[in-house]
Each structure stands twice: as C-alpha cells, then as structure tokens.
C-alpha cells in the first residue's frame, strides 16, 4: 500500500532542497557581474529578514486535502480556503490567526458522505527569505473548527443537538517564489468528532 507519510516526507525535502539551491544559483549569478554588486547584494541578503520586527501582514492559502491511513475501500479528498493576518514579532517569526472553510468529501463502497466546516486557523511560523524573490518557511499550530453541515447520500444530516465541534493540529512546510508559497502541509485531529483522523495536502499561497 502506498504510504503517504513517506510521500509527505518526501516532498518536504524536495521543497527544501530545491529552495537552497535556488538560493545559492542565484547567489553565485550576481556574484559573477562584479565585486561591487555582490557586496550591495550581500548587505541586501543580511538586512533583508530584519525589517519585519512588528510588521503587519496577512496570509491566504488554498490546500487539497486527502485522507491518509482510511481503510482501501474509502476515497477522500478535500478543499481548505483560509485567510487572516499575521504580525512578525522578532525577525522573521511572525505570528497569524483568521478564518477558513474546509469541505471534505468520502466515497464509501456503497455510500457518499459530504462534510463542511468552517475554523479558525493559528499560525507559529518562521519565513526565511534568501532575497526578494527566494524564501523558505514553515508553520504550526491548532484548528479550531466546526462541522456545519452534512450530506449523506445528498441527503442533509439534522446536526442539531450534535457536538460539532474539533480541534485539529497542522504542520506546513514550503517555498515562497516570486510573492507566492507552495508547501506540502499534514494534519491530524486532537480532539473532538476528528479525533485521530489524519490528513495531508498540497497547496499554494502566500504571506504579505
């Protein structure tokens, strides 16, 4: 069976690897112009993660989400758009909370089920940018969510009454290229009807 951990894994590396080696092409290419212009790109390559102390920004992400370790007769696969804002609070932490809808779709065997939730998402990250254009980042931290609604064979469930309520744990890593990230992220579920679960995705976004 297909392990998706590894994949996740593996993908992180790639992430990361190819993000140094962009960096350091890029580094070597306007080192070979002359001496001066790499001294002014060096003094930029210090100071440019040091001008973000207090700054305010915000984020938007868009993932496909997938199930991973659900039984081989269950297909899963999910959207999650998610805003807020964010403040670097020393250097290149920065700090993010906001709001996010995720809807998540299972194919059983003989039954389709539909949910959608809606969350807040709090982000403890750290964006380290190579150059104006070159960067890498991650971040961590809790969902705390609500299921809305579900459909069960496009028939709508009563969740009246229900506890609704979860609290999932996200982990992203990834590049930012030209003002956009891309990053592989994992998510399982720590408390609440998503208890255990696990997730992994793929998106695209950005910090500003």
């Given at each position: 069976?297909?392990?998706?951990?590894?994949l996740?894994?593996?993908?992180?590396?790639?992430?990361?690897?190819?993000?140094?080696s962009?960096?350091?092409?890029?580094?070597?290419?306007?080192?070979?112009?002359?001496?001066?212009?790499?001294?002014?790109?060096?003094?930029?390559?210090?100071?440019?993660?040091?001008?973000?102390?207090?700054?305010?920004?915000?984020?938007?992400?868009?993932?496909?989400?997938?199930?991973?370790?659900?039984?081989?007769?269950?297909?899963?696969?999910?959207?999650?758009?998610?805003?807020?804002?964010?403040?670097?609070?020393?250097?290149?932490?920065?700090?993010?909370?906001?709001?996010?809808?995720?809807?998540?779709?299972?194919?059983?065997?003989?039954?389709?089920?539909?949910?959608?939730?809606?969350?807040?998402?709090?982000?403890?990250g750290?964006q380290?940018?190579?150059?104006?254009?070159?960067?890498?980042?991650?971040?961590?931290?809790?969902?705390?969510?609500w299921?809305?609604?579900?459909?069960?064979?496009?028939?709508?469930?009563?969740?009246?009454?229900?506890?609704?309520?979860?609290?999932?744990?996200?982990?992203?890593?990834?590049?930012?290229?030209?003002?956009?990230?891309?990053?592989?992220?994992?998510?399982?579920?720590?408390?609440?009807?998503?208890?255990?679960?696990?997730?992994?995705?793929?998106?695209?976004?950005?910090?500003?």
């Open positions: 069976m297909f392990n998706m951990k590894k996740l894994i593996l993908a992180i590396t790639l992430i990361l690897g190819a993000g140094v962009l960096a350091q092409q890029n580094t070597g290419n306007e080192s070979s112009t002359n001496n001066s212009t790499n001294l002014s790109a060096n003094n930029r390559f210090v100071n440019f993660n040091k001008s973000k102390l207090l700054r305010l920004g915000g984020f938007y992400n868009v993932n496909m989400m997938f199930m991973s370790d659900k039984p081989d007769d269950v297909w899963s696969l999910g959207c999650l758009f998610e805003g807020g804002a964010s403040v670097y609070v020393a250097d290149i932490l920065y700090l993010g909370a906001g709001l996010g809808y995720w809807g998540q779709s299972y194919k059983y065997e003989r039954m389709d089920v539909s949910n959608n939730h809606i969350y807040i998402p709090i982000q403890i750290l380290y940018d190579f150059n104006n254009k070159i960067g890498a980042f991650c971040n961590t931290g809790p969902q705390l969510g299921l809305v609604s579900e459909k069960i064979e496009d028939e709508k469930v009563d969740l009246d009454g229900e506890d609704t309520g979860f609290t999932n744990w996200t982990v992203r890593f990834g590049l930012r290229l030209w003002g956009f990230e891309a990053y592989a992220l994992y998510q399982k579920g720590i408390s609440g009807f998503n208890e255990d679960a696990k997730f992994w995705g793929v998106g695209i976004g950005g910090h500003f």
